[in-house]
């Protein structure tokens, strides 16, 4: 989920970046996966896009 507002902050559940450690500012990434909320800043965001990103598309095409 993409928390676009400060409204939405309580269903991360998480003030910090699980990454970078830094300050979670609006938009962030809050994925919930099982009961730990997984939360990315948007730097690091942008910085996984072209990492992270392709080799979670490449993995996923391996796999299918």
Do not use: W
Request: hydrophobic share 35%.
């Amino acid at each position: 989920m993409v928390i676009t507002n400060e409204a939405d902050r309580a269903y991360s559940h998480r003030d910090d970046c699980s990454l970078c450690g830094g300050p979670l500012k609006v938009p962030f990434v809050a994925y919930t996966h099982k009961k730990a909320a997984t939360c990315f800043c948007s730097e690091c965001c942008a910085t996984m896009r072209t990492g992270l990103m392709k080799d979670m598309t490449r993995t996923a095409a391996i796999v299918s």
